[in-house]
């Protein structure tokens, strides 16, 4: 059965960087888009960025241009969220996803605290 | 960016109730409009693709209707486990928006 699982969060200091990890398992990683959602502590949805299946086009939310690189390594069937100069702003629960647009599949999450 | 804009952002039901959601996006976006439900403490899950196709395995109680600016999702005969929250998407362009949520409480 298709799984996707995160880790990488932890508690990270204002300014720090953390590189989150996306595991994909019993799917065609190599042929799909795959996504970044964030979710902060009791509210909803964020989508952050999405990778295509090759690797060649990603894109992000304004509020982490910049900020934020999504990559992946297809020959390790893994996703990967570098993500720098932390704030306050960006705790939650980071989930991975597959899909062009659709996102049929999602991870359990990793979260990410970020506080002095 | 396309912004999506959900109402209302809780719902109190009681079991055997029906419910609509509604879904506005600040363009046309066609049918591009996805419905994801989460439950407490997991991860979301797809319910409903381009508007109004159902999942494999999503009950029949769950039904999308909708196309350009505004869309809906009806629940009808509430069972105990879709008390939760749900979520729009629009998938007409990136930024992929999520509506902001709703919560649907039991009575």
């Given at each position: 059965?298709?799984?996707l699982?995160?880790?990488?969060?932890?508690?990270v200091?204002?300014?720090?960087?953390?590189?989150?990890?996306?595991?994909?398992s019993?799917f065609?990683?190599?042929t799909?888009?795959m996504?970044?959602?964030?979710?902060?502590p009791?509210?909803?949805?964020?989508?952050?960025?999405?990778?295509?299946?090759?690797?060649?086009?990603?894109?992000?939310?304004?509020?982490?241009?910049?900020?934020?690189?999504?990559?992946?390594?297809n020959?390790?069937?893994?996703?990967?969220l570098?993500?720098?100069?932390l704030t306050?702003?960006?705790?939650?629960?980071?989930?991975?996803?597959r899909?062009w647009?659709?996102?049929?599949?999602?991870?359990?999450?990793?979260?990410?605290?970020?506080?002095? | 960016?396309?912004q999506?804009?959900?109402?209302p952002?809780?719902?109190?039901?009681?079991?055997?109730?029906?419910?609509t959601?509604?879904c506005?996006?600040?363009?046309?976006?066609?049918?591009?409009l996805?419905?994801?439900?989460?439950?407490?403490?997991?991860?979301?899950?797809?319910?409903?693709?381009?508007?109004?196709?159902v999942?494999?395995?999503?009950?029949?109680?769950?039904?999308?209707?909708?196309?350009?600016?505004?869309?809906?999702?009806?629940?009808?005969?509430?069972?105990?486990?879709?008390?939760?929250?749900?979520?729009?998407?629009?998938?007409?362009s990136?930024?992929?928006?999520f509506?902001g949520?709703?919560?649907?409480e039991?009575?």
């Amino acid at each position: 059965e298709a799984h996707l699982e995160e880790s990488g969060g932890g508690l990270v200091q204002p300014g720090g960087s953390l590189r989150l990890s996306c595991s994909a398992s019993d799917f065609a990683f190599n042929t799909y888009w795959m996504h970044w959602v964030r979710q902060a502590p009791g509210k909803g949805l964020v989508w952050v960025s999405h990778i295509k299946y090759d690797g060649t086009n990603a894109n992000y939310a304004d509020s982490v241009k910049g900020r934020f690189t999504i990559s992946r390594d297809n020959a390790d069937n893994t996703l990967y969220l570098q993500i720098n100069s932390l704030t306050p702003e960006d705790t939650g629960v980071y989930y991975c996803a597959r899909g062009w647009e659709v996102l049929d599949l999602w991870g359990q999450g990793t979260t990410v605290t970020v506080s002095s | 960016d396309i912004q999506m804009t959900q109402s209302p952002s809780s719902l109190s039901a009681s079991e055997g109730d029906s419910v609509t959601i509604t879904c506005r996006a600040s363009q046309n976006i066609r049918s591009n409009l996805n419905w994801y439900q989460q439950r407490p403490g997991k991860a979301p899950k797809l319910l409903i693709s381009g508007a109004f196709s159902v999942e494999s395995g999503v009950p029949s109680r769950f039904t999308g209707i909708g196309a350009g600016t505004h869309f809906t999702l009806t629940i009808t005969a509430l069972q105990p486990e879709d008390f939760a929250s749900y979520y729009c998407q629009q998938s007409f362009s990136s930024p992929f928006s999520f509506g902001g949520g709703t919560t649907l409480e039991i009575k």
